[in-house]
C-alpha cells in the first residue's frame, strides 16, 4: 500500500507538470517501444536550455541541481507521453540555433542561447521548423520545469545538495 501510495502522490505532484493543450495537441501517436528516456545529445540539449533558466553564478546552476534529471525522471515516471513533446521542442531549439548562428544550440555562446530563448519566451522566434508545436509555450513548460526541478525535495532528482534550499536561506526560515 505505501509503494501505490507514494506513487499516487508523485502522480498529483506532476499534474503541475501537465504541458498547455496547445503542447498536447502537438504529440505524435507513440508506440508502446518508444524510449522512456532522452538520448545523451536531448539531455546535453535540455541542460543547456535548463542553464539558460536557471544559471550558475555564485551558486549552483541547473545542471549541478541536477533540473534535467529532474525533469526526465518526472516525465518518464508520470507522463511518458511528454516526452515526445521535449523531444520535438529540443529538436526545434536546435534546429533554430543552426538556421541562425549556423551551430547547434549548445555550441553557440551563452548570449546566443539567451537571445533565442528570449524570442521564444516572446513568441517572436520564427515558427519554421516548429510544425504544431508553439515555441513560446514550449518554452514556458521547461520554464516552470526547471524552476520545479531546481525548488523541488531532492528525493525528486532535482534541488542536489538541498543547493537551491540553501540558496534562498530555507532553513534559515525556520529556525528563527
Known sequence: MNSSRRSFLYSLL????????VLSRAL??????????????????????????YPKDDYAGAREV??????ERALREAHPDWLAIY???????????????????????????MTL???MEKGTLPQEGWGRLDAREF?????????????SHPKYGGNRDKAAWDMIGYYDFWTE
Open 87 to 113: 523531444r520535438m521542442g529540443l529538436n526545434a531549439t536546435d534546429a533554430a540555433s543552426r538556421s541562425r548562428y549556423g551551430l547547434g544550440f549548445c555550441q553557440v555562446s551563452f548570449e546566443q542561447q
Open 66 to 71: 541536477g533540473v534535467p534529471d529532474f525533469i
Open 28 to 53: 505524435p501517436r507513440q508506440s508502446k517501444d518508444d524510449e522512456l528516456s532522452f538520448t545523451p545529445a536531448q539531455k546535453e540539449l535540455l541542460a543547456c536550455f535548463c542553464e539558460q533558466i
Open 14 to 21: 506532476s499534474l503541475s507538470l501537465a504541458p498547455p493543450e
Open 139 to 151: 518554452f514556458q513548460m521547461v520554464r516552470d520545469h526547471t524552476m520545479q526541478g531546481a525548488y
Open 117 to 119: 530563448l528570449v524570442q
